[in-house]
């Protein structure tokens, strides 16, 4: 399991950024590529568009956090290198010129100055080619142990994926739902006001929200016998029926909270401003998207509006 602040399948910082050398340029560019890319940028100390290039690719690299690694190599202090390089077909006869390797071999390569977003662009299509460091089977795991009660453990691999990945969704959404799980209601809530802008809409997050909506609602739901004795006494009394779905649903009898609210709206859509509908959506988000009670019960629901 991952701990807190650990990385998974990143390098140390000072792994990511190298000095090459016709001696290390086996292990560090050929060796190194096989399990991520590795950009090597051939430069100069008199080429005034590689002291321009050269930090840019360096902070294009420490964004990506271990998922590429750089090597720079001084052509004019590694000459027998250069030229072993370019007799093997690279164009390194204008620097500075960039060259990615991945499993030992080039994949992608770049001359002169470009953008930074330019930069960002040529990196990104490098992380893809290395996968993801393992956090996708990461995310597997949290799953996993969530739904096997180890609601800790998984709220401490959720969070070690946030350290690597802050605008991961799906690792931000079930961090909030290991603290529901918990019974953390506000920090499951103040974990997801802590989103950042690109992710503070994502259905994983949304879901959460419905959760949290729904588990206020259980601290306060009335006693079941009783709320289905004034509903079975009164089929008309829509407050009556609207509290016995919350309580079915604090009991997890979801399937039937959501039969009771699907009643209540074919009675009277409009009561209590569209309440049924607005609870039946709060039900069908929380739910996972594929859940046959949320495909169902929007089906159902659908019917009744068109009807």
């Known amino acids: 399991m991952l701990e807190l602040g650990q990385t998974q399948g990143a390098a140390a910082p000072a792994d990511l950024i190298k000095d090459g050398t016709e ?60 030229g072993a390089l370019a007799q093997q077909g690279l164009p390194l006869q204008s620097i500075p010129t960039v060259v990615a390797f991945f499993q030992g071999r080039p994949v992608d390569m770049f001359q002169g100055a470009i953008p930074q977003s330019q930069i ?87 879901a959460v929200r419905a959760q949290i909506a729904l588990a206020r609602q259980a601290a306060k739901a009335g006693p079941l016998a009783e709320l289905q004795a004034a509903v079975d ?12 779905a919350q309580a079915l649903h604090a009991a997890g009898k979801v399937q039937e909270a959501v039969d009771q609210l699907l009643e209540l709206f074919r009675r009277d859509r409009e009561w209590n401003d569209g309440a049924a509908k607005a609870q039946l959506f709060t039900i069908f988000e929380a739910l996972k998207p594929q859940d046959p009670i949320a495909l169902n019960g929007r089906r159902k629901l659908s019917s009744l509006i068109f009807a």
Not at 65 to 79: A, F, H, L, Y
Not at 233 to 244: I, L, V, W
């Open 233 to 244: 006494a009164d089929p008309s009394n829509h407050q009556a029926r609207f509290d016995y």
């Open 120 to 206: 960002k662009e040529f990196v990104n299509r490098l992380t893809s080619m290395g996968g993801d460091g393992g956090l996708a089977e990461a995310l597997e795991a949290a799953e996993q142990m969530l739904a096997e009660g180890a609601a800790v453990d998984a709220a401490q691999t959720f969070a070690a994926i946030l350290e690597e990945e802050p605008e991961n969704a799906a690792a931000m959404g079930g961090l909030a739902r290991a603290y529901v799980a918990m019974g953390e209601i506000d920090q499951a809530e103040g974990i997801l006001n802590t989103a950042p802008d690109a992710i503070a809409k994502a259905p994983e997050l949304e």
């Open 23 to 82: 001696r290390t340029f086996m292990a560090d560019v050929i060796d190194g590529s096989q399990e991520v890319p590795v950009i090597v940028d051939f430069w100069a100390t008199w080429c005034g568009p590689c002291r321009t290039l050269g930090p840019m690719l360096e902070e294009a690299v420490k964004a990506a956090k271990g998922k590429v690694k750089m090597v720079k190599i001084d052509v004019d202090k590694e000459q027998r290198l250069a």
